[in-house]
């Protein structure tokens, strides 16, 4: 017996099976490219993701799968109809439309407002600005739909389930009540959003359908196998690598680095807000988390695109993995470059749209493999400045687990964990998204009684990695340096000194 786990990202998608004692059976993976038809758009084509799914799945099927789950990305939805119908691509979170309502919605839903509702503060990143700007833009395409799914629900809809999302997920809309467990009436009316083109919410691992006769015949999976109600990836990123209890926290390692800590329950809205902080239901019942994150993977296959853009054509035909390559040639110690990570907009504490990503400290003696680490080193550096505000709000991290694409490079964990001056511990299987999705389709199915049964099961530590003494100290002296950049430079990338002419001029 065995079950599948389907993890579907920004950029890529992952399939994999696991046996009852967490043994990875087979696992599959696929790139896709986001499209950026005007400046400030970036989007998906849901028709093409699903396709690379049910190829992903074939890959990796097999007769002895009982139970199947997805977990996804956030914010992104799909408009669809009842009948299968994909009418419109998927605006992604860091898409630029929508931006138009924010004003409108903060008289309506301020932070004192919002927070306690929703756990969320209003930003242009969630669902609720994509559907208006939708329903202002593209009336016929918000009519004809029946449903905007995420894609979790999506994809679990298009392979058989009835039309649902999990706590977590219905949580990136700003549409979700926190504490009824339920879409909000309130927030429902004030955006004018239709609840009826909404689907229902459920729990993460609740059974939401099974496996249609169609797609099981084209994939090479039984027909009728159930399919379980998935969760936020970085939920389920954090059941795939044992965090389910307070005090622990996930790394994420993808297209974004996203780091989740677990606590029992909700804290004063005041302490969230002052940082910037969501509060979200944990796919585990009884735990919330939050999301301290900015972009990671990202920034890297921006580098690879950009300065090794014929070796990625040559790893493509050899089938060599060039991210490896890549980081092969950092430097062990820190990078002579300082790196403003504000390439696309930023996540916590303030989610800037209006910046632009700053490389300080080159000189004609500097390598390819510098400008990387200190891309690496500011991704890091950015998250170590919001987690450095945490205790104080009540929020303890005592253990980090590395996951996600990017915790398989030592040297990239071990940077990290220098930086923070902490061990991060990496678990076995390290596409954990995957492995989180399975716990919860085990869990729907009956083969676990508990999450947390279905952790101990399937869930094994690998490696920790302690933080050098020496190399933390040179971080440290760049760490102090690092927060600097964006007060200093905040002016100029913003445009706002240009507004005062001498400022602009350099007059003191």
């Known amino acids: 017996m065995s079950l599948l786990g389907i993890d579907v990202g920004t950029s890529g998608c992952k399939a994999a099976v696991y046996a009852e004692d967490g043994e990875l059976l087979a696992a599959a993976y696929a790139e896709y490219d986001i499209r950026h038809p005007q400046p400030g758009y970036a989007e998906l084509d849901a028709l093409e993701v699903w396709g690379i799914v049910q190829r992903l799945i074939t890959q990796v099927a097999n007769s002895s799968v009982r139970a199947l789950c997805v977990s996804s990305m956030g914010e992104a939805v799909v408009p669809v109809t009842i009948g299968l119908q994909v009418l419109a691509p998927s605006l992604l979170n860091f898409d630029r439309r929508g931006e138009e309502f924010l004003a409108e919605l903060s008289e309506k839903l301020p932070p004192r407002r919002l927070y306690p509702l929703n756990g969320n503060t209003l ?8 559907l208006l700007w939708i329903q202002r833009h593209q009336p016929a395409i918000y009519e004809q739909a029946d449903l905007f799914l995420h894609w979790s629900g999506f994809i679990a809809f298009m392979l058989g389930a009835e039309p649902a999302v999990d706590y977590s997920l219905a949580n990136r809309t700003l549409l979700f009540d926190l504490d009824r467990g339920d879409w909000s009436p309130e927030l429902l009316a004030l955006s004018g959003i239709d609840g009826a083109k909404l689907p229902r919410v459920v ?6 359908g ?11 999976l039984p027909a009728g196998i159930p399919i379980a109600a998935g969760a936020h990836d ?10 389910v209890e307070e005090g622990q ?3 994420g390692m993808g ?16 302490l969230m807000l002052a940082r ?20 990671g993977g990202a920034l890297l296959k921006w580098y690879r695109d950009t300065f090794a853009a014929l070796e990625k054509q040559q790893a493509a035909a050899t089938e060599r993995d060039l991210y490896a390559e890549l980081i092969r040639e950092i430097p062990a110690q820190p990078s002579p470059l300082l790196v403003l990570p504000h390439f696309i907009p930023t996540g916590p504490p303030d989610f800037i749209s209006n910046s632009a990503g700053v490389l300080l400290g080159l000189k004609l003696e500097t390598t390819r493999g510098e400008i990387l680490k200190g891309i690496l080193e500011g991704s890091v550096y950015y998250l170590k400045e919001c987690v450095d505000t945490l205790p104080s709000a009540g929020i303890q991290i005592r253990d980090f687990r590395a996951v996600g694409g990017g915790s398989k490079s030592d040297a990239w964990v071990q940077l990290s964990a220098d930086i923070f001056g902490v061990p991060f511990v990496r678990p076995r299987v390290t596409e954990a998204g995957t492995l989180g999705a399975a716990i919860l389709a085990g869990l729907g199915a009956g083969v676990f009684q508990s999450v947390e049964q279905g952790v101990a099961q399937l869930v094994r530590l690998e490696r920790t990695f302690e933080p050098d003494p020496a190399r933390a100290a040179g971080y440290a002296a760049n760490y102090e340096r690092y927060k600097l950049l964006w ?13 005062d002419p001498k400022t602009a001029a350099g007059t003191r």
């Open 276 to 295: 910037g902080l969501n509060t979200e239901h944990h796919a585990v019942p009884g735990r919330y988390v939050s999301f301290i994150y900015n972009q």
């Open 255 to 270: 297209t974004y680095t996203c780091i989740t800590p677990v606590y029992r329950r909700r804290i004063d809205p005041a």
């Open 123 to 130: 930003g242009n990143q969630y669902s609720l600005t994509k």
């Open 210 to 220: 099974t496996l249609s006769a169609g797609v099981a015949r084209a994939v090479g």
């Open 487 to 499: 007060p200093l430079l905040k002016g100029f990338l913003t445009g706002e000194e240009a507004a």
């Open 234 to 243: 970085q939920n389920a990123n954090a059941l795939g690598c044992g965090v």
């Open 203 to 208: 729990p993460s691992g609740t059974i939401v």
């Open 249 to 251: 926290a996930v790394y």
